[in-house]
């Protein structure tokens, strides 16, 4: 068996980098740190202001079926490198938005709309159809992007609104796609053709179900409904882990670091679970990493002590390390690459939905309890929840079939 991981690694880095400077990863891991400033400066509620990722992540919705579309008539690279450039723009105007809310809102869109195409269904679309031996480990290697921007971002967001303030961080944020990953993907993404490639190689990539077919399917409506609560649970803890933990004393840089915590945690998940999957049945180690947010999330629940809070943030950093790498590998497996993109764009509109409300939902929990308590005894339903559904996926199928 060749190596695909050694042939193809400049491949995988500059996707790991373009998904760090993704629009789906860089507005959600930044904004925990801006959160505070921004609502202090202009005296909005926390909940008002989180809707900014209902507009950026939630705006996907409509985006990345789109964008599953494009990809396959225009290439992943361009969608690439035209997205990298369109979120630097949004993170600039974000920087000049004034003290009217719906500026901001109108910004985060851009985000999504100008950013779309950096939205994980281009690297993934690029990874199943490089690597085939290899793909589960290789997704995870890639996907660990998600994994260094949560140990970085909020890190590098408190540091310039600290240092500089809330307008600057923007600035600096926008520095990251134009400067960094820009050029990056420019030189080593280049993705093989469906047309290359080695004889089984080819048949894999040229059979598969079409999106009609799939989603007559009750595995296509278990995998989606099971992505929406894993995705509603953790991008509602996420965005307000800063501040739920800044509210129990902890201060902002400790907070910031157990989110530091929670992304390296995501990168052991993906890399352990990408291996895993190559190997194992894949539904069940997706259960088993899920399971692990329950503790976490229920220690959080007790308002833990610093120390906790970073074992609660690994717990849940290795199961979301699972989450993005399993919905790529689940759908290639079960649905086929023939028209990957336009089914895994569906399935990304499912997260991209729970992405964008379920950051303000929490948030608005906190505005009328003053705790975040109810709102992660939800999330810990939501992972219970999923757990359960992924098992009921059954068997990979034999030739796609349609069952």
């Known amino acids: 068996m060749n190596n695909e991981l050694s042939k193809n690694w400049m491949l995988l880095f500059a996707a790991s980098i373009g998904l760090i400077c993704s629009s789906i990863v860089l507005p959600f891991y930044s904004v925990g ?82 950013g ?46 600290e240092e500089f303030g809330w307008r600057e961080a923007y600035l600096g944020l926008a520095a990251l796609p134009l400067l960094f990953a820009g050029p990056l993907v420019f030189l080593f993404f280049h993705p093989v053709l469906i047309d290359s490639g080695e004889p089984e190689e080819k048949t894999e990539m040229e059979s598969g179900l079409t999106l009609a077919e799939a989603i007559v399917g009750y595995r296509f409506w278990l995998l989606l409904l099971s992505i929406f609560l894993i995705y509603t649970a953790m991008s509602g803890i996420v965005p307000n882990l800063i501040p739920s933990l800044t509210d129990q004393g902890i201060q902002p840089q400790r907070a910031a670091t157990v989110i530091s915590v929670f992304g390296l945690s995501v990168i052991a ?47 849940l950093g290795f199961a979301a390390g699972a989450e993005l790498d399993l919905m790529s590998f689940l759908a290639a497996k079960y649905f086929g690459l023939l028209h990957y993109s ?49 098992l009921f996926l059954g068997r990979y199928p034999d030739g796609f079939d349609k069952n």
């Open 116 to 161: 779309a195409g950096t939205i994980p269904v281009t690297w993934t679309r690029a990874v199943t159809a490089t690597f085939f031996q290899q793909r589960g480990l290789a997704l995870g290697i890639m996907l660990s992007g998600t994994g260094i921007c949560a140990i970085v971002i909020p890190q590098y967001t408190v540091w310039l609104v």
């Open 33 to 114: 740190a801006l959160v505070v400033p921004i609502t202090t400066e202009f005296g909005w509620s926390r909940a008002e202001f989180q809707l900014v990722i209902l507009f950026s992540t939630g705006a996907g919705v409509i985006t990345a079926p789109i964008v599953g579309i494009l990809l396959d008539r225009i290439g992943v690279r361009r969608m690439a490198l035209s997205g990298l450039f369109g979120l630097a723009i949004a993170l600039v105007i974000a920087s000049r938005s004034g003290g009217e809310l719906w500026l901001f809102y109108l910004a985060y869109s851009f985000m999504a709309i100008l």
């Open 269 to 315: 998940g993906r890399l352990i679970v990408g291996y895993l999957v190559d190997h194992y049945w894949a539904p069940g180690v997706a259960a088993i990493a899920i399971s692990l947010s329950v503790a976490g999330s229920l220690i959080l629940l007790v308002e833990p002590v610093y120390v906790l809070a970073c074992f609660a943030g690994g717990l």
């Open 342 to 390: 336009k089914i895994y764009s569906w399935l990304y509109a499912a997260l991209a939905m729970a992405s964008g409300i379920a950051p303000s939902l929490f948030a608005s929990v906190y505005d009328k309890t003053g705790n975040y308590s109810v709102g992660f005894i939800y999330c810990t339903v939501c992972f219970c929840t999923s757990c359960v559904l992924l």
